[in-house]
């Protein structure tokens, strides 16, 4: 098991809920199978996003269509 991946998610729960509401921008780092680093900035309809990272990815942060692809960093601004 991931722990780093588990430990991600439980802050991105927990800072969504304190954060979210908030926010003004999601910006997410997404590990790609390749090993590159991609970079997502979301600025409108944050609370839809973050529903969609609950949903879409594991408890190891991973995405449940393919668990080569990983989140790996995020921070609400």
Do not use: W
């Not at 991946?5 to 509401?21: D, N, S, V």
């Amino acid at each position: 098991m991931d722990t780093k991946g588990c430990q991600l998610r439980t802050r991105f729960i927990e800072e969504a809920e304190e954060k979210g509401p908030t926010a003004q921008m999601l910006i997410v780092a997404v590990k790609l199978p390749t090993g590159a680093v991609e970079l997502i900035t979301n600025t409108a309809m944050l609370h839809t996003k973050i529903d969609y990272y609950k949903n879409a990815y594991d408890e190891e942060f991973r995405l449940k269509g393919n668990s080569n692809v990983q989140i790996v960093g995020f921070m609400f601004v």
